[in-house]
């Protein structure tokens, strides 16, 4: 478990948020990489260096519209004095033909054409008279001018991606233009997320006098997905150890991973708890945190598919899942850091926590003139879904601390922002 020392005001049925996270990413790992097409592998960790190839650019080529020559055969030629040659051709981007010119002539030539054999200097089409048969040179240019060198960008035999890198649409860029198609690493997470409860329907479907829409799955992945993995969200399940099970063994199959909600606590029919139980692979624990006490991790049926149970109060689930199933996701991305990180923020008004537990309190996160403040937002129940939705951040109140005063810095954890 955790080395870190465990706070003094945990009751002793308790762990520690540490020691449940140690749990869940000592039971996942990296999954395996492969070669995967690069659009694909959009916010995936490259696995292993890249080395280019080829030259970029591949040829030298011009820069500019315009005509190629060599810059000796124009050296002082100005609006008063222009030089003229005689133009012998014309080359456009990709027609594939080689092309040469002897001393003292042009050919005009487009943006990303080649140029040719005996030609170190373009010449734009403002500096000219725009002539077709002859030109004359209104500029002496340098040589080289408006010449895109072999080599320039990137050179063969350069590792251009470190293994690590985490693939955005400039490093796709790279690589397709490298002519790599495909690239290894790791693949997204398949989660297949559950939720159980006989009182819940899909939205837009007909509520009856005592049921409630799921937004726990609808949420949860949606959290996946912004999480970068692939997200399976399974209708909710009613609470019945058999229907559960059934469920949770025709999943498995298209699973790294099983996030379910509800069914963990305490209850007669909290079915999650009392059908994984009966497994003996998973294990139940109270967490000392709020909102989030009760929570689940193991391994299941043949396949030994991780599970992570969260509660069922919407704001219980979706602060577990930040503090419990992303940093999990994330190892199996290969994705480093696994937690989010913490940033410091000043309190705009005083906070109250209970001793004994890690409060996690939704908030408003600014960064105004003056620095980042931090404002809690009204109503700490768990089932408050609305007021979830208006915060950005998690005020994290350490187990020790009672109180926060405003103007105090506070660590908070910023949602939604890339890292």
Do not use: C, W
């Not at 487009?110 to 030609?119: L, N, S």
Request: aromatic share 4%; no cysteine; net charge negative.
């Amino acid at each position: 478990m955790s080395d870190r020392p465990r706070p003094a005001s945990i009751p002793d049925d308790l762990i520690t948020v540490e020691d449940h996270l140690e749990r869940i990413l000592r039971g996942v790992g990296p999954l395996e990489p492969y070669d995967q097409p690069i659009v694909e592998s959009l916010g995936l960790p490259l696995h292993e260096d890249y080395t280019a190839p080829i030259d970029l650019p591949r040829f030298a080529n011009s820069a500019m519209d315009g005509y190629a020559l060599r810059a000796e055969d124009v050296k002082g030629a100005s609006e008063s004095d222009p030089v003229v040659l005689p133009v012998v051709g014309e080359i456009h981007a990709g027609s594939a033909k080689p092309f040469a010119i002897s001393a003292g002539t042009a050919v005009k030539i487009m943006t990303g054409a080649p140029i040719p054999k005996g030609a170190d200097t373009v010449v734009p089409f403002e500096r000219t008279d725009h002539g077709n048969s002859r030109v004359a040179i209104h500029h002496g240019p340098a040589e080289g001018a408006h010449v895109r060198p072999q080599g320039a960008d990137v050179r063969e035999g350069e590792v251009v991606l470190e293994a690590g890198t985490v693939l955005g649409a400039r490093e796709i860029g790279l690589l397709a233009s490298l002519g790599a198609g495909r690239v290894k690493a790791r693949p997204r997470p398949r989660v297949v997320i559950i939720s159980t409860g006989s009182e819940l329907r899909d939205p837009g479907s007909q509520l009856d006098y005592d049921s409630i829409f799921d937004g726990n799955s609808y949420m949860l992945a949606a959290a996946v997905r912004a999480a970068g993995a692939i997200a399976y969200r399974v209708g909710a399940v009613e609470d019945t150890p058999r229907a559960f099970r059934q469920v949770l063994s025709e999943q498995l199959v298209r699973a790294d991973l099983v996030v379910t909600s509800g069914g963990v606590s305490m209850g007669e029919r909290d079915v999650v708890k009392e059908t994984l139980s009966a497994l003996g692979t998973v294990s139940f624990d109270k967490v000392a945190m709020q909102p989030g006490k009760p929570q689940g991790f193991g391994k299941v049926l043949d396949e030994q598919t991780p599970i992570i149970t969260l509660p069922g109060n919407p704001v219980s689930a979706y602060v577990s899942f930040e503090v419990f199933v992303l940093p999990a996701i994330r190892r199996m991305m290969g994705r480093t850091p696994y937690r989010r990180p913490m940033v410091h923020a000043v309190l705009a008004s005083d906070l109250e926590s209970r001793s004994g537990v890690r409060q996690y309190v939704r908030a408003v996160f600014e960064v105004t003139h003056r620095g980042a403040k931090v404002t809690p937002i009204s109503g700490d129940g768990s089932h408050l879904v609305g007021a979830l939705s208006k915060a950005n951040a998690l005020i994290v109140v350490g187990e020790d601390e009672t109180a926060l005063n405003l103007g105090d810095t506070v660590r908070t954890l910023v949602l939604d922002r890339p890292f």
